[in-house]
């Protein structure tokens, strides 16, 4: 196969949810002497990115892009290990998190997915987090950029815990900070003081690569 038809499987893969064929395209790719990250981006990267094209066109649902991360994240197992040092140093870095009291992790799975492919470097903090430890991993991982998600109203609280805090450490001027979820809204991330509240994964990705 030439690089071009390794890359086009690989997107094939992601976009075809073919989670068997995602390792072994991605060692293909470094047994041929590809770029890795190269590999990520024209192979990977483009099928997810047709995948959130699809979503955005309610051509693929939910359970299809959560299959579809499953075959991206099966490539990046193998490729990211093969990154050389320092390649990834000037990509931003995002945290991803569901807030305390939340348990629904869904949304912030898509998010991390999306921002992955997006070339961000992300750091999934989990769900029901604390805000004390959403700050302290902001501040020890150096990220650019939080996103924080919810599915319920009374988990509302723990964002504007955080966002307080983020402020109290003096962290937020040097952190971007969107939002996410069905009870949230512009006003509300306004009122808070989030820079943006996101209607999807791809609105997110969207936003921070604005």
Known sequence: MSKEEIYQ????AVVNLKIKDAAPLAQKALDEGLDPVEAINEGLVKGMSIVGDKFAEHK????????????????????????????????????????????????????????????????????????????DTVKNDKLDVLCMSTL???TMDGMKATMDLMKESGLRSGCVITIGGPPTSPQFAEAIGADHRDVNAQDCVAFLKG
């Open 9 to 12: 499987a690989m997107s094939d």
């Open 60 to 135: 693929m649902f939910l359970p299809q892009v959560l299959v579809a991360s499953k075959v991206l994240y099966a490539g990046l197992d193998i490729l990211i290990p093969a990154i050389p040092a320092g390649a990834l140093e000037n990509s931003k870095k995002a945290g991803t998190v569901v807030v305390e009291g939340d348990v629904h992790d869904i949304g912030k799975n898509i998010v991390k997915t999306m921002l992955t492919a997006g070339g961000f470097v992300v750091t999934d903090m989990g769900k029901d987090i604390a805000p004390s430890i959403i700050v």
């Open 152 to 154: 319920m109203t009374p």
